[in-house]
């Protein structure tokens, strides 16, 4: 039997979908925040491999993000941050998809 037959493919799959979405949200907003207006702002790269790289995996994720936004993100902002980046024409392919 083929695996794309088989249910094991789906194990763990939410768990990783769940991890790409909230990088995208951190990822838009670090970027509207701090990168927007000027991509190679120094300061803003100073803080970036300070607050986000320079611990690897030593550090709460979120804490590095609270670090690199300098406030606490509230789960709206996550959910705004993905909404931002939706095509705003999905919704009408969806629509003409389906007839």
Known sequence: MAWQQRFSH???YGAKYYSYLMSRA???MVWKQ?????????EMG?????????????????????G???RQPTMEEFVDALESELNPNFETFLMDSES
């Open 34 to 42: 701090c990168f927007v207006q000027d991509p190679l702002n120094r």
């Open 26 to 28: 951190v990822a838009s």
């Open 68 to 70: 690199m936004l300098q």
């Open 10 to 12: 789906l194990i763990g």
């Open 46 to 66: 100073e803080r970036y491999r300070r607050e986000m790289l320079a611990h690897g995996g030593a550090k709460e994720p979120m804490q590095m993000v609270e």
